[in-house]
Each structure stands twice: as structure tokens, then as C-alpha cells.
């Protein structure tokens, strides 16, 4: 069965860190860039970051940039978000995706969803 699963979410203060892990299993990474979106209450999913298939290329929705940190280790199968200086509106389900586009549109493989709350 091929599968995207995530990982590493829950509540944290403003401020503060969370690494996000989406592992694969059932099928070849190697060859598919992978993006992470989120989904806040109320709002449309929206693209936070997106990695090429050799981790060569990396994006950032402009809200994130310099806070947060995509990067993949292949030889896992497990592509990584680290979130620093996490802010209030950061709060939201976070999912990974699979695409066979550099741009990571049209994922051909979702995972579930990890919630992430930034809270006081």
C-alpha cells in the first residue's frame, strides 16, 4: 500500500520549534518532489514549501520564509519541515503531498494530516 504518513505535530508556544516528518512507504520517493500544505479553520488549504526530487530546489510561501526549513533524506524516504519562531497564525493541519511536478501541483499522494496549534 503506498502511503505518505506525518508526524511531529502538536501545541507549542509562540516562539517556539516543531519538526514535522513525512515518511513514505509503498513507493519511490527518489523520484517525486514533495510539498507541504496546511489547512487552518475557516481557510482554504494553502502551499507553505515545496522540495525537488533531489533536494536541489526548495520554495517557501512568502509567510514562512526564513522561519521554516524543508529538506529530505532519500535514503529514509522521509522529507522534513523544521518550523522555528512559530507565530499564532502558523496553526492549522499540515499535510505532505507527493508530485511528480517541481512544483509540487497535483500531488498524485496526500498524507492524513498532523495538527499543528501554536498557543499560549
Known amino acids: 500500500q503506498s502511503q505518505l504518513v506525518e508526524s511531529g505535530g502538536g501545541l507549542v508556544q509562540p516562539g517556539g520549534s516543531l519538526r514535522l516528518s513525512c515518511a513514505a512507504s509503498?513507493?519511490?520517493?527518489?523520484?517525486?518532489?514533495v510539498g507541504w500544505f496546511r489547512q487552518a479553520p475557516g481557510k482554504e488549504r494553502e502551499g507553505v514549501s515545496c522540495?525537488?526530487?533531489?533536494?536541489?530546489?526548495?520554495n517557501y510561501a512568502d509567510s514562512v520564509k526564513g522561519r521554516f526549513t524543508i529538506f529530505r533524506d532519500n535514503a529514509k524516504k522521509t522529507v522534513y519541515l523544521q518550523m522555528n519562531s512559530l507565530k499564532p497564525e502558523d496553526t492549522a493541519v499540515y499535510y505532505c503531498?507527493?508530485?511528480?511536478?517541481?512544483?509540487?501541483?497535483?500531488?498524485?499522494?496526500w498524507g492524513q494530516g498532523t495538527q499543528v496549534t501554536v498557543s499560549s
Open positions: 509503498g513507493f519511490n520517493l527518489d523520484v517525486y518532489a
Open positions: 503531498a507527493a508530485s511528480l511536478s517541481v512544483l509540487c501541483v497535483l500531488p498524485e499522494y
Open positions: 522540495i525537488s526530487s533531489n533536494g536541489g530546489r526548495t
